[in-house]
């Protein structure tokens, strides 16, 4: 099911894409979510359609638009892929979906949005729109080389002349919009009532700095929160050193993990 709008006479980025097995489960599937990058200001959906393989092994596929930058700056983007999730649950029943198993992945901007997701789970943060009787945390986050602290990013050396994307997502600079930037952390929403995360990064990503990963992993650990960090040696921004079985491997047993044979949320805070 392709192009469904998440937002009643919404923007026309505001619809997902939707991979269900041809012969219904008998019980609720659980959820694997994708989110593209693209600087937030380009990218699609289109491009994620590989989830429908996660069909196959017993999930439903979703992959998801959101605002670009240039049509709204943040939090429209991250305000976006929560009203998805709140859509995902409250039609729930109708498409098989088991609404205690919603696992994220986003890669880049993606992962940004993903670990945001992760993070303010267990707040209103960022929701608004419709469906606000349905929850919009998930289960589990991928992220995939996702900034996540944009004031520490805008510090490395190095970085400091490439965060041009970054002043279109806030409509101004990190100095000019701190407490914006501040808002579009996920490191700063971390409690532990977060979920598990799975994080990658290369370590010689030219896009995004790798402390942005090692920031969240050593925050979601201090928090009491599941992480797990894999670096991937003299990895880029993404890239076929990511595509390895290794990489494969690991993100499979994450998924089985702490998605497929998850049964209930567990309330640790």
């Known amino acids: 099911m392709l192009d469904v709008p998440y937002v009643t006479g919404g923007h026309e980025r505001q619809k997902l894409d939707l991979f269900l097995p041809q012969v219904p489960d ?32 017993g999930y ?8 670009f930058s240039q049509q709204a700056i943040f939090p429209a983007q991250i305000e976006d892929c929560k009203a998805a999730i709140r859509w995902l649950r409250a039609n729930a029943e109708e498409y098989g979906i088991d609404p205690e198993r919603i696992c994220v992945v986003g ?8 670990a945001l997701l992760g993070t303010t789970g267990d707040s209103q943060h960022f929701d608004v729109g419709e469906h606000l009787g349905f929850s919009s945390a998930v289960c589990a986050v991928v992220d995939n080389f996702g900034p996540t602290d944009l004031l520490e990013a805008n510090r490395t050396p190095g970085f400091e002349n490439r965060m041009s994307m970054v002043t279109q997502l806030l409509g101004g600079t990190v100095a000019e ?55 991937v040696q003299g990895g880029m921004h993404g890239g076929n050193l990511f595509k ?3 990489c494969k491997i690991l993100l499979k047993d994450f998924l089985k993990q702490q998605v497929m044979e998850k049964t209930v949320i567990t309330d640790r805070d």
């Open 244 to 246: 390895t079985s290794q």
């Open 107 to 114: 890669s880049s901007a993606g992962g940004h949005l993903a």
């Open 177 to 231: 919009k701190p407490e914006l930037a501040a808002a579009a952390n996920p490191i700063n929403y971390i409690s532990l009532a977060d979920p598990p995360f799975l994080i990658i990064h290369g370590d010689a990503d030219p896009i995004v700095p790798i402390n942005q990963s090692e920031l969240l992993h050593a925050a979601l650990e201090k928090a009491g929160v599941p992480s797990q960090i894999h670096i």
């Open 26 to 57: 008998d019980k609720p599937c659980p959820v694997i979510v994708r989110i593209h990058g693209g600087a937030w200001r380009h990218g699609d959906k289109s491009a994620q359609r590989g989830v429908a393989g996660y069909v196959k092994q």
């Open 60 to 67: 439903i596929g979703v992959a998801i638009n959101y605002r």
